[in-house]
């Protein structure tokens, strides 16, 4: 069975030898950046985990290459966030538009895009036409959750069916794809395929979660990116929707969240002000409760499968590395 010793030099490998263009240097020096300054490369790991688990027994193109596709098309997706989000780090570094400014930063994000399409052709000839299908139905609910989401950035009355289905779009779709891509290759059968599917997608409502969670409560030097950015930024993370739900003085708690902040002191300020409003309604404690939920639902969706143990290990210390760092 493939290891997670394995899987981690396969992917090591797998981008430290992704070759990019020299020419125009500035559509293709800030991917070769992206992919340097790294990450967790949770899509693909998680890809490459599923495909394992299920019987998977070389690490080859067929498989490689659909992981790589999926990274692509993430590492797309945050040079473009990072615009409409106005993020100057990522992963402790300068933004690409922070570093060549927006238009390279569209340009060259758009490109990736077309080259994650290009990575995702290598997918075995049997499943070929399954994985474009599924990778293009996740990647457009990708846009549509971005697009929810910074609506609800002009929004005040954000419900939490409203949240969910937003980070169903944005965070979970890609991470649903990411399992079902596994399984397909792999070539387990439809009813597995869609169980490993609802696997990526529970998970990746916890992940989501988890994440807001942190963008609040984390240490900035292990989160790689400024703490309280949900908060200067307006955005209706899970923790503002819930405290909007159960505080008993609306308004000021969105006059709170709408307060400007343009100085550091002033930025401080409010990102304490509303984390006190957030643990008074134990709003906090309530998003772990939701992501240990989340997980439990992951995990669900595959007891049943009777992988074995071994690869139900596996699968398990891939989730506790995604979602455990808020337990």
Excluded at 3 to 12: F, G, M, P, T, V
Excluded at 258 to 274: C, F
Excluded at 276 to 295: D, F, G, M, S
Aim: charged content about 25%.
């Amino acid at each position: 069975m493939i290891s997670e010793k394995q899987i981690d030099a396969c992917l090591e490998a797998l981008f430290a030898r992704m070759e990019f263009p020299s020419v125009p240097e500035n559509v293709y020096a800030p991917q070769r950046y992206m992919i340097a300054i790294g990450g967790k490369r949770i899509r693909p790991r998680l890809c490459l985990t599923a495909y394992a688990a299920l019987g998977g027994e070389t690490l080859g193109d067929e498989i490689l290459a659909p992981a790589a596709g999926l990274e692509l098309f993430h590492t797309f997706s945050l040079i473009h966030d990072d615009i409409m989000d106005n993020s100057p780090l990522r992963r402790g570094q300068e933004t690409v538009w922070k570093k060549w400014g927006n238009d390279i930063a569209l340009l060259s994000g758009d490109a990736m895009l077309i080259e994650s399409y290009k990575y995702m052709l290598k997918a075995p000839e049997k499943v070929r036409s399954q994985v474009l299908q599924l990778f293009s139905e996740n990647a457009t609910k990708v846009c549509e959750g971005q697009q929810l989401d910074m609506d609800f950035e002009r929004r005040t009355d954000v419900s939490m069916p409203e949240y969910e289905e937003m980070i169903g779009d944005k965070t979970a779709a890609l991470l649903a794809c990411s399992a079902g891509i596994g399984a397909l290759v792999a070539g387990a059968d439809e009813k597995v395929c869609e169980a490993f599917y609802g696997f990526g997608w529970n998970l990746g409502m916890a992940f989501q979660v988890a994440d807001d969670y942190l963008d609040a409560y984390a240490d900035q030097a292990v989160f790689g990116k400024p703490v309280g950015g949900d908060i200067l930024n307006g955005k209706k993370s899970w923790l503002t929707v819930r405290a909007l739900e159960k505080t008993g003085n609306r308004a000021g708690l969105l006059q709170l969240l709408s307060r400007p902040a343009v100085t550091d002191g002033e930025k401080s300020e409010k990102i304490a002000a509303v984390k006190a409003a957030y643990e008074h309604l134990a709003v906090p404690e309530e998003a772990l409760e939701t992501v240990a939920r989340w997980h439990s639902s992951a995990m669900s969706n595959i007891s049943g499968l009777n992988l074995g143990g071994v690869r139900m290990q596996l699968l398990d210390r891939f989730v506790h590395s995604l979602i455990g760092r808020v337990k």
